[in-house]
């Protein structure tokens, strides 16, 4: 055919071809081309090209269409047993490709099973609930005029009493409150327990099965109490608990059911229920308007929607209560939303949670590197496997001479692909329970969260991710090997075009360093940072010092009267809060006519000289008498600055006066700026003032001694001879604030793991790809060295184009992680180590040696062979 | 298989045929019907016809050999079986009996 003629277009003829049977085919395709011929001289060549395809489509009929062919699936199914024989036998002859492959699937799928496990735990989080598709729960935003918006898991009293009220379409409402408790006594026996209050509708929306007790009345009157089974067997032992009372405070509450202790997979988790009638008895104005709008701090509003219901139209109706509502309030806004019970586990920015939550942005980005890591891993199949094609073309000419299909051939090597696939699974399962145990152990948090146990479900899971990630990297070598032509491969091997596509192959190890690159600088920066953070000079000592959190049980002077007995301790003193782990304790303050909120702390005498505060002006605050008045004020360098004080100068502020509540404080120290709050927020005013800490707050002690275990054991002692019901909190300051930091440490873990994961792949890759090129290349290898060429020489010559790749990656992956480190990363902190380049380059050189060690083994073991052996096959 | 009376397309399809001789295929015929009969006839139809007309044993086909036209496929020439024969002259037949049955003058006056 003349090639500028026109043609039809080829994918409708390629549609021809596969629907049609193959007995007509040719004199339909014929037919077609000469009518489409005529219609190119007629009507044009677009016209001609739509007449055909509409054509085709038209010749869709009964007596063209080809009758499925059963033989073909019957001779898969014979096949199989052979298909299964050849794999096996295959992956035992090439050691080395089954082995990197194996294992390379191995590692990256255990990243996956891990996100696999991880997102099924979230999503089966709540399912012992029977209505849990109907469950819903009211969240509230919260838009003050000038302020960023808040988000929170509560809700005001008035939205779920109004809702219960007057919104239609919903079954149930139950109202909740978060805060209860304290000190549970039963005749002798004190037990700290917590828990929530909850209204008569509790039972009836959540499955949470009674051992005793009747769930429609559990709840109902003021002053009941349901225990868990854990909690009753703490307060009575094996005694019936039902009907027993309990003392909080000073208040009796009566035991009026025990539930079964609350599953681990579940949003929200209590010791105790009490009922919501009795907040109305006991303290309903604790944080001011309990029936106001506007208290949005501390309930909880559930709706059960009836079966069949809509949300939308319960939401539509609360749309109109908070409208209404709005009205009266000034420079805000409060809305409120539903929110299903599935979606509360990943949500994890609400502010007041119930429970603990995952971020799903995390889960997802999770999701997203093990999918790199998985396909990097896909990919080392792909390419090794077409790599050695010259080795199994000639067995797939055979396998197509004696009639087998391209069908048949792209079974049996998809069989192979997904029976590698499942010896890597097996594998990868036992990576994964190995990698569970230390993924939990990495956050406390996430072992309360998360079982990460295995059930047929998950295993289901683990199957079908195995058999995708067979089949991903199957499909390639497979259609690769289906469409080898017969002839050639059985005339003139060499002729093969196995390096076709070796642009892409070059493209591809490029983007697996570059991954490699990234994840493995990321983690030395993120470690280096990480380090700098938890090491950074905060403006004050945190050396040596252990804080001890007060429980409510002891009286400070007690304890500290105890502790400076102890010859190890040199120093002591007390304050409300531990500064720079991130709490923060803020008032208003007023200086002349211009007042402002500040961060505040309360201390004693001792505290700012142990804690070695610099005083830029003044002095430290005095002791005062219990019930004197108080009349001091230090403060730090920004709020001069705030307040414009004096002009700045820390010694000429000092008798300026400040209106603290009602009482007027004179400034009598200055100390120098330091970081209150974590790293990441800016610097801000702050006051700090003398207060006998009693019961609440931390005692700090300055420790020193060479056996720290003893003298926390004399330290616990005493602790224990004051306080016998709660158990004693202390830390060194150091570790507080290591744990203050801690997601980032775990961020740090994290990528490093993957990092490992993804340079592991990436070199297997490269291991598997040199093999080839230099064992293919040795014969010219054999008649350069007989000609001449040295070792060094040779060596260069195999090697320079990998490393060449290397080097590309190279500029691809170290300026994105700088700019991503110094755009994106490091501006959420305010305070930071700088980073330095040095940590590029390091990351570079690992994995450069790394794969200079592979390039260079293989290559010189090339250079080495003699070359008599190698010509002398010929 | 289905009844061996012959349709009316059929016949027309099955008479060009034999008319065509040793030229009988599908676009041929398509042209050959077009020219005689005036009306348009679609490939399509023509195509079902053939293909019921080989079930029914009324026609035989074989490949020709490939020419550079037909984007290089061969065509499918269609010659009538003895049966074909038959079918057709037993239309004829039965066509003839009806004429004769006719009087003159019922048609006389139509062109």
Excluded at chain 1, 570 to 585: A, E, P, Q
Excluded at chain 1, 748 to 756: E, P
């Amino acid at each position: 055919m003349k090639a500028s003629q026109p043609t039809p277009p080829k994918w409708a003829e390629r549609l021809l071809c596969w629907y049609c049977r193959p007995a007509i085919l040719e004199d339909l395709q014929g037919d077609l081309h000469e009518y489409f011929e005529r219609n190119v001289k007629a009507k044009g060549v677009k016209r001609a090209r739509l007449i055909y395809i509409l054509d085709v489509i038209k010749f869709f009929r009964i007596y063209t269409v080809r009758k499925p062919e059963f033989i073909n699936l019957l001779i898969h199914w014979i096949m199989l047993g052979s298909y299964i024989k050849t794999s096996g036998r295959n992956i035992v002859r090439n050691k080395l490709f089954s082995g990197i492959n194996i294992i390379g699937l191995a590692i990256s799928m255990s990243v996956g099973l891990l996100v696999i496990a991880l997102v099924s735990d979230f999503r089966s989080y709540d399912d012992f609930h029977e209505n849990k598709d109907r469950i819903y729960r009211v969240i509230t935003a919260h838009q003050r005029q000038d302020g960023p918006p808040m988000n929170l898991a509560t809700s005001s009293v008035l939205a779920g009493k109004r809702i219960k009220e007057s919104v239609t379409g919903i079954e149930k409402v139950t109202l909740m409150r978060r805060g209860f408790g304290g000190d549970a006594k039963v005749g002798e026996s004190v037990m700290p327990l917590s828990g929530i209050w909850a209204d008569e509708a509790f039972f009836s929306i959540f499955t949470f099965p009674l051992i005793q007790g009747n769930p429609a009345t559990a709840l109902k009157d003021p002053y009941s109490l349901v225990l868990t089974e854990t909690s009753a067997r703490k307060l009575f032992g094996s005694e019936n608990a039902l009907g027993q009372s309990v003392k909080f405070d000073t208040i009796n509450y009566i035991v009026t059911a025990v539930m079964k202790d609350i599953p681990r997979l579940s949003h929200m988790h209590f010791d105790v229920l009490v009922s919501f009638a009795t907040v109305d008895l006991v303290k309903p104005d604790m944080d001011g308007g309990f029936m106001s709008w506007s208290n949005i701090y501390s309930n909880y509003t559930y709706i059960l929607l009836p079966e069949h219901g809509d949300a939308q139209t319960v939401q539509a109706s609360i749309n109109k209560i908070s409208t209404a509502e709005n009205k009266a309030l000034e420079d805000q806004r409060i809305d409120l939303n539903l929110q299903s019970l599935g979606e509360i586990p990943f949500n994890a920015r609400l502010s007041n949670p119930i429970g603990l939550a995952m971020n799903g942005i995390a889960l997802w980005i999770l999701g997203g590197l093990a999918m790199i890591i998985i396909m990097s891993a896909c990919f080392n199949y792909t390419n090794l496997s077409i790599a050695r094609s010259l080795r199994r073309s000639r067995e797939v000419g055979i396998r197509k001479v004696m009639g087998a299909r391209k069908m048949h051939v792209l079974g049996q090597f998809i069989v192979e692909a997904v029976i590698i696939a499942l010896l890597a699974l097996l594998l990868s399962s036992g990576v994964f329970m190995l990698l569970r145990s230390s993924f939990l152990s990495m956050e406390p948090k996430l072992q309360t969260m998360l079982s990460l146990e295995l059930s047929p479900r998950l295993v289901l899971q683990f199957m079908l991710l195995a058999i995708t990630v067979g089949l991903l990297a199957g499909l390639p070598p497979a259609f690769f090997f289906a469409r080898i032509n017969i002839i050639k491969v059985l005339k003139d091997i060499s002729s093969l075009q196995v390096f076709r596509h070796v642009n892409i192959r070059k493209a591809l190890i490029v983007v697996q360093y570059t991954f490699s690159l990234i994840f493995i600088t990321t983690t030395i920066i993120g470690y280096n940072q990480y380090k700098g953070l938890i090491s950074y000079d905060l403006g004050f000592s945190t050396e040596n010092i252990v804080n001890i959190k007060l429980a409510g049980g002891v009286k400070g002077d007690l304890l500290v009267k105890e502790l400076k007995e102890l010859p190890e301790v040199t120093d002591i003193s007390r304050s409300l809060m531990v500064t720079s782990l991130g709490n923060i304790h803020g008032m208003q303050v007023k200086y002349k006519n211009d007042s402002s909120g500040v961060w505040l702390n309360l201390i004693d005498e001792n505290y700012l000289p142990l804690h070695q505060h610099k005083f830029l002006a003044g002095r430290n605050l005095h002791a005062i008498a219990e019930g004197a008045e108080e009349s001091e004020v230090v403060v730090n360098e920004q709020l001069l600055k705030r307040f414009d004080i004096a002009k700045r100068d820390p010694l000429k502020a000092l008798g300026e006066e400040l209106l603290v509540d009602t009482m007027r404080l004179t400034i009598v120290g200055v100390v120098k700026d330091f970081n209150y709050g974590t790293l990441e927020s800016t610097i801000e005013p702050l006051i700090m003032r003398y207060a006998s800490i009693q019961y609440y707050g931390n005692i700090n002690l300055r420790v020193k001694t060479e056996d720290w275990p003893a003298t926390f054991a004399r330290i616990n002692a005493i602790w224990q001879k004051l306080d016998k019901v709660h158990p004693m909190e202390a830390k060194f300051y150091s570790d507080q604030i290591q744990e203050a930091y801690n997601q980032f440490s775990v961020m740090v873990k994290v990528f490093g793991f993957l990092a490992f994961l993804a340079v592991c792949i990436a070199s297997m890759g490269l291991l598997g790809m040199v093999v080839f090129a230099t064992e293919t290349r040795l014969k010219e290898v054999s008649i350069r060295k007989v000609l001449g060429a040295s070792e060094t020489k040779l060596v260069y010559m195999l090697s320079k184009g990998f490393i060449a790749l290397l080097v590309i990656a190279a500029c691809i992956a170290l300026p994105a992680t700088y700019f991503f480190f110094d755009k994106v990363v490091l501006v959420k902190f305010m305070y930071h180590p700088p980073m330095r380049v040095s940590e590029l380059i390091l990351g570079f050189f690992i994995v450069m040696l790394l794969a200079l060690v592979m390039i260079g083994s293989q290559t010189l073991r090339a250079a080495r062979t003699n070359p008599a052996e190698v010509l002398k096959n010929e | 298989m289905k009844g061996t009376n012959l349709g009316e397309f059929e016949e027309i399809v099955l008479l060009t045929i034999a008319a065509l001789v040793n030229d009988a295929y599908s676009v041929a015929i398509c042209d050959e019907l077009e020219k005689n009969t005036g009306r348009s006839v679609k490939l399509g139809v023509v195509h079902a016809v053939l293909n019921r007309l080989e079930e029914k044993g009324l026609v035989k086909s074989k490949l020709g050999e490939a020419t550079s036209t037909r984007g290089g496929k061969r065509k499918r020439f269609y010659s009538v079986t003895s049966s074909g024969k038959a079918a057709l002259l037993k239309a004829r037949e039965v066509r003839e009996q009806l004429w004769n049955r006719i009087p003159d003058f019922i048609l006389k006056g139509a062109s």
